[in-house]
Nanobody
Framework: QVQLVESGGGLVQTGGSLRLSCVASGRTFGTYGWFRQAPGKEREFVSA????????LYADSVKGRFSISRDNAKNTVYLQMNSLKPEDTAVYLC???????????????????WGQGTQVTVSS
């Protein structure tokens, strides 16, 4: 069982930037992803990365604005968020799951372990 701890959330103005971090401990999983969930809405896929190959996948809503990366030495996955909009406001959660083909990792059901989440609020 991998343990995931997110950090880096906060309050920013429209157009601002934040970098989220997800530190993993325990066994290594094939794919790490970021999801977000706003009150009253279902959990939404944001991005995923293959730990081994570095291949990435993005939701259409964040393409060109967000960038996922990993630091193998630090066992950390990052989500760089630029040009933030009020609609990006949500709790952002890090997740880990088996397999390394990110094409098939859009669904929350594909992940086994989840962090507690970090709040991102974008003001307008």
């Amino acid at each position: 069982q991998v343990q995931l701890v997110e950090s880096g959330g906060g309050l920013v103005q429209t157009g601002g930037s934040l970098r989220l971090s997800c530190v993993a401990s325990g066994r290594t999983f094939g794919t790490y992803g970021w999801f977000r969930q706003a009150p009253g809405k279902e959990r939404e896929f944001v991005s995923a990365i293959s730990w081994t190959t570095g291949n990435t996948l993005y939701a259409d809503s964040v393409k060109g604005r967000f960038s996922i990366s990993r630091d193998n030495a630090k066992n950390t996955v990052y989500l760089q968020m630029n040009s933030l909009k009020p609609e990006d406001t949500a709790v952002y959660l890090c997740a880990a799951g088996p397999g390394g083909v990110v094409t098939f990792k859009r669904s929350p059901s594909k992940y086994d372990s989840w962090g507690q989440g970090t709040q991102v609020t974008v003001s307008s």
